[in-house]
Nanobody, 119 residues
């Protein structure tokens, strides 16, 4: 059974930092493209950052220069280092693993971890 488990969320003041982790089990993370998404109250889920199986990264404009996505395939874990946090970063953050098989995609999601940026 595939599981993605996020951790590291919490309450932080503006300007602070958090590091999110996504631990995967039941899959070999190295063959999946991975990503972090977030959903704020009343808003749609949006992409935060992705890292392909080959290590190519991509970021939403709103987090460029502040967030860093990384992966540790040996430990089947992905990370999101978040610096200079802003109140608008407040959301539930979700971990995603995606693999393309022919014309279809296989997606796995974690349960989410809450990040609240507030003074």
């Amino acid at each position: 059974q595939v599981q993605l488990v996020e951790s590291g969320g919490g309450l932080v003041q503006p300007g602070g930092s958090l590091r999110l982790s996504c631990a995967a089990s039941g899959i070999i993370l190295s063959i999946y493209d991975m990503g972090w998404y977030r959903q704020a109250p009343g808003k749609q889920r949006e992409l935060v950052a992705t890292v392909t199986s080959g290590g190519t990264t991509n970021y939403a404009d709103s987090v460029k220069g502040r967030f860093t996505i990384s992966r540790d395939n040996a430990n089947n874990t992905m990370y999101l280092q978040m610096n200079s946090l802003k109140p608008e970063d407040t959301a539930v953050y979700y971990c995603n693993a995606r693999r393309h098989v022919f014309s279809a995609s296989i997606d796995y999601w974690g349960q989410g971890t809450q990040v609240t940026v507030s003074s």
